[in-house]
């Protein structure tokens, strides 16, 4: 199958070694992936912030830059859920019928990369191989609202020499949100607080999620910590191998270290 891969603004401009990640697990499996170079932003922070009129170009662009592709896949469920749920009506809102209705053709194609492997591609098993404790966070959007359930937990199960341990209180934020954690700081704090006894208490090595923007957060609360407890995307966790001098998220690293 022929993937193009949606990077979304954080992976491009904080996080690459997560969008290197991705590349890596769906080539290993006989994917080829193609990074469309005219992408930008979604626009989902133009509309969780109010500017629905600032949105509507962003989207169009969107659309058009992704419409040749058969599928597309985003290491964010936060992106993701932007695309399947906001493009389309903010093209409605602007009167703009025809470009909601290629929007909506568009959403159906886009995938978040649990969803596009386990039920695009019916893998459960990349062939990964990760000897540490880990813990998982649910994002909110990956879990309201695309869904992904259990996708996730399936694929770090068949992660070779990984342990995997529940996280308590699993499903409740942490606190991000986007602006939220700058507009509501007091409570964003709270929230992170409450996530980073959950996970410190799992004795848990790596905390890993699906969106770059939970893990900064929760990852920043735990350095400042001086936990010892280190944050890495799911992508990160299954491009990882046994093979002596594999790339672990685009750099060569001996066997079972984490970065």
């Known amino acids: 199958m022929r993937i193009a891969l949606f990077v979304t603004c954080l ?3 904080l996080y690459p070694s997560v969008a290197r ?14 990074f469309p170079p005219g992408q930008t932003c979604c626009g989902q922070m133009h509309v969780n912030t109010g500017y629905q009129a600032d949105a509507l170009p962003v989207v169009r662009h969107h659309v058009e830059v992704f419409e040749p592709y058969d599928a597309v896949v985003a290491p964010s469920g936060s992106c993701v859920g932007s695309v399947r749920h906001q493009h389309a009506r903010v093209a409605r809102r602007a009167g703009d019928e025809a ?4 929007a909506e053709a568009g959403a159906a194609r886009t995938y978040e990369l649990s969803e596009l492997l386990v039920d695009v591609l ?11 404790r880990v813990t998982y966070h649910p994002t909110c ?16 199960r068949n992660v070779r020499g990984l342990e995997l341990v529940e996280l308590p209180s699993a499903e409740s934020c942490c606190g991000f949100g986007g602006t939220f954690a700058l507009k509501n700081a007091d409570t964003s704090t709270a929230m992170l607080a409450d996530k980073m006894r959950h996970v410190v208490g799992t004795g848990a090595e790596i905390c890993t ?10 990852g920043g609360g735990l350095s400042r910590l001086r936990s010892g407890v280190r944050t890495l995307h799911l992508a990160e966790i299954l491009a990882a191998t ?18």
């Open 11 to 13: 992976a491009d401009t």
């Open 242 to 259: 046994d093979d002596p001098g594999a790339e672990v998220a685009g750099q060569t690293v001996p066997v079972g270290v984490v970065r």
């Open 209 to 218: 999620a699906g969106d770059s923007s939970c893990l900064m957060h929760i």
């Open 122 to 132: 019916g893998v459960e098993d990349v062939g990964a191989s990760f000897p540490h």
């Open 141 to 156: 959007h990956s879990l309201r609202m695309l869904r992904v359930d259990d996708k996730p937990l399936r694929l770090l």
């Open 99 to 102: 470009l909601a209705r290629r």
């Open 21 to 34: 990640a991705t590349v890596t697990v769906l080539e290993r499996l006989g994917h080829e992936v193609v």
